[in-house]
């Protein structure tokens, strides 16, 4: 392997890292914003619950 070829397979592993490090962020990002919405429709969920019960009291 020549120098010029170790120096593009270099090149290429550090893009490789820097993008799987990119996408694990990403992907850390995204699960923290799954879990805050899975939370506002579980409270959500919760005032409909609520609301339905009192409307059955009133009818």
């Given at each position: 392997m020549t120098t010029s070829n170790l120096s593009q397979l270099e090149s290429s592993v550090s893009k490789l890292l820097e993008t799987c490090e990119?996408?694990?962020?990403?992907?850390?990002?995204?699960?923290?914003?799954?879990?805050?919405?899975?939370?506002?429709?579980?409270?959500?969920s919760g005032k409909i619950e609520a609301m339905?019960?009192?409307?059955?009291?009133?009818?």
């Amino acid at each position: 392997m020549t120098t010029s070829n170790l120096s593009q397979l270099e090149s290429s592993v550090s893009k490789l890292l820097e993008t799987c490090e990119t996408l694990q962020t990403e992907n850390r990002q995204l699960r923290i914003d799954r879990q805050n919405l899975l939370d506002k429709n579980k409270l959500a969920s919760g005032k409909i619950e609520a609301m339905i019960e009192k409307l059955k009291e009133i009818g």
